[in-house]
C-alpha cells in the first residue's frame, strides 16, 4: 500500500515541504517577535501533519493554520 507513495518522483518534491516549513518557521518568528516563547514540539507536530498529509493524500489538514499554541505559562493572567 505504501509502496507507491515513496518512489524517486515523489521524494523529490520538496516544495510541499518547503511550503509548510516557511509557514512554521514565519509563525514561529512572529510569537516570538511578541515575546511569547514557541512550543516546539507542537509546532513540529503541526508542520509533520501538514506535510506528511499532503504527500501522502495530496491534500493536507492544515493544522498550522490554527496558529500556534504558546505555554501556559507565558499567557498574561
Same mark, same amino acid.
Given at each position: 500500500?505504501?509502496r *507507491?507513495?515513496?518512489?524517486?518522483?515523489? @521524494?523529490?518534491h520538496?516544495d %510541499?515541504?518547503? =511550503?509548510? %516549513?516557511?509557514?512554521?518557521? $514565519?509563525?514561529? =518568528?512572529a510569537? /516570538?517577535?511578541? &515575546?511569547? *516563547?514557541? #512550543?516546539?514540539?507542537?509546532? @513540529? !507536530?503541526?508542520?509533520?501533519?501538514? +506535510?506528511?498529509?499532503?504527500? /501522502?493524500? !495530496? =491534500?493536507? @489538514? #492544515? +493544522? /498550522? $493554520?490554527? &496558529?500556534?499554541?504558546? *505555554?501556559? $505559562? +507565558?499567557? *498574561? !493572567?
Amino acid at each position: 500500500m505504501t509502496r *507507491p507513495f515513496f518512489n524517486k518522483d515523489r @521524494v523529490s518534491h520538496f516544495d %510541499t515541504f518547503e =511550503k509548510h %516549513t516557511e509557514d512554521a518557521l $514565519s509563525q514561529a =518568528k512572529a510569537g /516570538l517577535q511578541e &515575546g511569547y *516563547p514557541v #512550543d516546539f514540539q507542537d509546532m @513540529v !507536530g503541526r508542520f509533520t501533519l501538514d +506535510s506528511a498529509t499532503e504527500f /501522502l493524500f !495530496g =491534500k493536507n @489538514v #492544515d +493544522s /498550522l $493554520s490554527a &496558529g500556534l499554541v504558546y *505555554p501556559k $505559562s +507565558s499567557l *498574561p !493572567g
